[in-house]
């Protein structure tokens, strides 16, 4: 079927793609995969982020912070990734991935400082005005609280309950279906009550494949039959929406 799509956010930049990252774009590009959203979670991959946004027209890059490197880190490196956002923030169109992982992350002090580096993160998106991308692993509900005053917010991969997706659409933003949907009843009770006008999706590549092994940004595609099958509606349908969805989040 016809129809174009936006993978609203993967990681092309990561070592799985070292042997045929071009390929892989092209594959996505070749599948009407019309545009793509790379998130940095750190330094490195936060340049190569800005990097491929350089090289190709139709990858943005978002400049991120990973909540899972934050209970590690020492001071100097996370001030070298907030000054790093600031500096490049123009070149970006968003902030994030970053956020809170208390899955991962089950001590008092990491979660604090999971916190504290995300606030910090959250005033960058502010004074530049930046959509920002949430990772909210099982701290959903404090993430949405933290970021409640941000015009634009984006729930990356989102997994958490209902009731705080409700709270989420009731602020006006948006929730990406990952296509983790393909093969999870609880994604697929989240695409089912999620309104369309706030659902953007994803593959979250090379992570959460639909298929066997790695994930790319043409899988984005195995997700719409699926969401249309739970909202009873038809693919191009979810597609339409679903590009005008992540062009409005962005601003693109």
């Not at 190709?56 to 001071?75: C, K, R, W």
């Not at 990772?135 to 958490?160: Q, W």
């Given at each position: 079927?016809?129809?174009?799509?936006?993978?609203?956010?993967?990681?092309?930049?990561?070592?799985?793609?070292?042997?045929?990252?071009?390929?892989?774009?092209?594959?996505?590009?070749?599948?009407?995969?019309?545009?793509?959203?790379?998130?940095?979670?750190?330094?490195?991959?936060?340049?190569?982020?800005?990097?491929?946004?350089?090289?190709?027209?139709?990858?943005?890059?978002?400049?991120?912070?990973?909540?899972?490197?934050?209970?590690?880190?020492?001071?100097?490196?996370?001030?070298?990734?907030?000054?790093?956002?600031?500096?490049?923030?123009?070149?970006?169109?968003?902030?994030?991935?970053?956020?809170?992982?208390?899955?991962?992350?089950?001590?008092?002090?990491?979660?604090?400082?999971?916190?504290?580096?995300?606030?910090?993160?959250?005033?960058?998106?502010?004074?530049?005005?930046?959509?920002?991308?949430?990772?909210?692993?099982?701290?959903?509900?404090?993430?949405?609280?933290?970021?409640?005053?941000?015009?634009?917010?984006i729930f990356?991969?989102?997994?958490?309950s209902l009731?705080?997706?409700?709270?989420?659409?009731?602020?006006?933003?948006?929730?990406?279906?990952?296509?983790?949907?393909?093969?999870?009843?609880?994604?697929?009770?989240?695409?089912?009550?999620?309104?369309?006008?706030?659902?953007?999706?994803?593959?979250?590549?090379?992570?959460?494949?639909?298929?066997?092994?790695?994930?790319?940004?043409?899988?984005?595609?195995?997700?719409?039959?699926?969401?249309?099958?739970?909202?009873?509606?038809?693919?191009?349908?979810?597609?339409?929406?679903?590009?005008?969805?992540?062009?409005?989040?962005?601003?693109?």
């Amino acid at each position: 079927m016809s129809y174009e799509v936006i993978d609203s956010h993967c990681h092309l930049d990561f070592a799985k793609f070292n042997k045929d990252r071009d390929e892989a774009i092209e594959r996505a590009r070749k599948s009407g995969v019309v545009e793509m959203v790379n998130s940095g979670i750190d330094y490195k991959t936060n340049t190569n982020s800005l990097e491929l946004a350089r090289k190709y027209d139709f990858i943005h890059a978002t400049l991120g912070l990973s909540p899972q490197m934050v209970p590690h880190a020492n001071e100097g490196k996370i001030k070298q990734i907030l000054s790093q956002m600031e500096r490049n923030a123009d070149k970006a169109i968003g902030i994030g991935e970053a956020g809170l992982d208390f899955y991962y992350c089950t001590s008092e002090s990491g979660r604090k400082k999971q916190e504290e580096v995300f606030g910090k993160v959250i005033e960058i998106a502010d004074r530049y005005n930046k959509t920002l991308v949430i990772h909210g692993r099982d701290g959903e509900e404090l993430a949405l609280e933290m970021s409640k005053d941000l015009e634009r917010v984006i729930f990356h991969c989102y997994g958490g309950s209902l009731d705080t997706m409700e709270k989420i659409v009731d602020a006006g933003h948006y929730v990406s279906i990952p296509t983790l949907v393909c093969f999870s009843d609880h994604h697929r009770s989240i695409a089912r009550e999620l309104p369309l006008e706030n659902m953007l999706i994803e593959t979250d590549s090379p992570y959460l494949s639909p298929r066997k092994g790695r994930n790319e940004p043409s899988f984005v595609r195995d997700s719409v039959p699926v969401i249309a099958n739970v909202k009873e509606t038809d693919e191009a349908e979810i597609a339409r929406a679903t590009v005008r969805n992540t062009r409005r989040a962005f601003e693109l």
